[in-house]
Structure formats: structure tokens, C-alpha cells
T-cell receptor, first 114, second 113 residues
Framework: GNSVTQMEGPVTLSEEAFLTINCTYT??????LFWYVQYPGEGLQLLLK?????DKGSNKGFEATYRKETTSFHLEKGSVQVSDSAVYFC?????????????FGKGTKLTVNP | DAGITQSPRYKITETGRQVTLMCHQT?????MFWYRQDLGHGLRLIYY???????DKGEVPDGYVVSRSKTENFPLTLESATRSQTSVYFC????????????FGDGTRLSIL
């Protein structure tokens, strides 16, 4: 079945460091790929998405490119801030039984220190 | 305001009690979902609904009941709560197309003593 594997955390960085969170997937067909972010005490928010191969999603300085050849969707940011501290989830859309559902990775907790 | 609202935000109850978590969305999205979030497991789908009066099981449905009589509401009921159901519960909605994201509520933190 469809699945998402993302690097396990926690990840701790200093402010202005470069961030990469790896995400690989297994899927049939052509899923859409998403990164969600969860700040403490809140629900998940969409950070960025890509709907086809070679698409690059970007938002708030974060980027991820849909790589079909390596089945990856790694999240990157060139210079993290303390406010980026959160849990990040990679997800793919999965159609099962005619219904669209999301399959999530287990999340990566990021802490950015000043 | 438009959005998705969960209530209550926090709930403490005892084993064996019935508890209902509420979810309301104002977008008229056809799809609604219930997840539980636990350390080490990420988000796991409990139940989902493709439209009013259409519901289906997700990954971990045992011990839960859902209904959807109106498009905007999707309550989740624990008929006889157990300690293993202590978790944070999230409701989400989406239009149902694969390129459209799900929108999440702020969650209900449920503790079962």
C-alpha cells in the first residue's frame, strides 16, 4: 500500500542554519505530495504542496521538489528562525475505494535555538 | 468565521463513560476526517466521510462511532471510553480532490482516567 517515510527527529538547529527534512514515499499512480506544519497546541496547517513530478512547492522560505525518479519530497529551508520550531509532517494523497485520503509520515520535531 | 471548529478543546473522563467530540466546518466540504495523534504513531485515521450519511472506517476504528447527518457536522463518539483512547483528536475537512489539502481543526485533548 501507499506509505510515507520521513526522517525521525528530533532535529535541533541554531538560528540561520540550513534545514533538510527527508521524505520518501511509496505509491501507485500519481499522488499529490504535501508538507504540513504543527505548532505547539495547534492543528496541522498546510505548508506547501506539489501535484506532479518536478513541481516545486514553496512557502515562507520552505521548498520541496516532487522527485518521481527518487520518490522523494525533501523539505528545505536556507535559514531557519526560532519561529520555525514545530513538528513537520510529510503526506501523500491516496485514493482508496474511490475516496481520497492522506497518508502521513510520523512527523519530525524541529527545535531552533537562538 | 469560516473554518473548522472542534469542541471541547480539553476533556477528562473516566473509563466506561461515553464521550462525544464535535466537529463543525463552514466550507461545505464534502469530505471530513477524524484522526488521533499519539507519540510514535503520527496521525492515524479513525473514520472518514465522503458526504452526509456516508461514512467509512479508517486505520483504527475500533471503539469509535461516527455519524454525519449534516454536511457541516461530523461528531465522533467513544461509546465506552478506555485508557488506550487517551489521545489528541483532530478533525479535518477537504473538497475531496487529490490536489487539494485537508484543513485541520485545533484538536481535542482527551484524557481517560
Amino acid at each position: 500500500g501507499n506509505s510515507v517515510t520521513q526522517m525521525e527527529g528530533p532535529v535541533t538547529l541554531s538560528e540561520e542554519a540550513f534545514l533538510t527534512i527527508n521524505c520518501t514515499y511509496t505509491a501507485t499512480g500519481y499522488p499529490s505530495l504535501f508538507w504540513y506544519v504543527q505548532y505547539p497546541g495547534e492543528g496541522l496547517q498546510l505548508l506547501l504542496k506539489a501535484t506532479k513530478a518536478d513541481d516545486k512547492g514553496s512557502n515562507k522560505g520552505f521548498e520541496a521538489t516532487y522527485r518521481k525518479e527518487t520518490t522523494s519530497f525533501h523539505l528545505e529551508k536556507g535559514s531557519v528562525q526560532v519561529s520555525d520550531s514545530a513538528v513537520y509532517f510529510c503526506a501523500l494523497s491516496s485514493q482508496q475505494g474511490g475516496s481520497e485520503k492522506l497518508v502521513f509520515g510520523k512527523g519530525t520535531k524541529l527545535t531552533v535555538n537562538p | 468565521d469560516a473554518g473548522i471548529t472542534q469542541s471541547p478543546r480539553y476533556k477528562i473522563t473516566e473509563t466506561g463513560r461515553q464521550v462525544t467530540l464535535m466537529c463543525h466546518q463552514t466550507w461545505s466540504h464534502s469530505y471530513m476526517f477524524w484522526y488521533r495523534q499519539d507519540l510514535g504513531h503520527g496521525l492515524r485515521l479513525i473514520y472518514y466521510s465522503a458526504a452526509a450519511d456516508i461514512t467509512d472506517k479508517g486505520e483504527v476504528p475500533d471503539g469509535y462511532v461516527v455519524s454525519r447527518s449534516k454536511t457541516e457536522n461530523f461528531p465522533l463518539t467513544l461509546e465506552s471510553a478506555t485508557r488506550s483512547q487517551t489521545s489528541v483528536y483532530f478533525c479535518a475537512s477537504s473538497p475531496g480532490y487529490s490536489n487539494q489539502p485537508q484543513h485541520f481543526g485545533d484538536g481535542t485533548r482527551l484524557s481517560i482516567l
